[in-house]
């Protein structure tokens, strides 16, 4: 399933892709990013995040939960290709020491956060990738 939410146009436009199947995450997300105005659709898989950005979407920064299958090869993906190689990726992980985070860094990701994080801290790291 797909969730959008831009209090805009009703489509994303410089803001936050959010690939993750995990609901607490993607309420803390909706919780974090709608009183801050900061647009934002959610994917529930790596397929779901390809059909929105062929659809045209731009988002100023994708978001990805590593523990969703398929993930270290969206960000592969996302990176070798010309249009979005420019695209921030915060990698969302339950624990930095897992060898995922290693492997996300490598393939392109540009930092990480855990999930345990709070609001102002993904405000924050998602502000320092883009102006949102």
């Known amino acids: 399933m797909i969730n959008h939410h831009d209090i805009k146009t009703g489509q994303l436009s410089n803001g936050v892709l959010a690939i993750t199947n995990d609901s607490e995450l993607a309420a803390v997300l909706e919780h974090t990013l709608s009183p801050a105005s900061i647009a934002y659709v959610f994917a529930d898989t790596m397929l779901d995040a390809a059909k929105i950005v062929e659809r045209g979407t731009n988002p100023a920064v994708i978001l990805i939960d ?67």
């Open 66 to 132: 590593l523990s969703a299958d398929q993930a270290l090869e969206f960000v592969e993906q996302v990176k070798s290709h010309a249009r979005f190689s420019q695209i921030p990726i915060l990698a969302v992980t339950e624990d930095p020491s897992l060898p995922e985070v290693k492997l996300a860094l490598k393939a392109g990701a540009n930092r990480w956060i855990t999930k345990s994080f709070v609001g102002h801290t993904l405000l924050a790291v998602i502000r320092q990738f883009a102006i949102i």
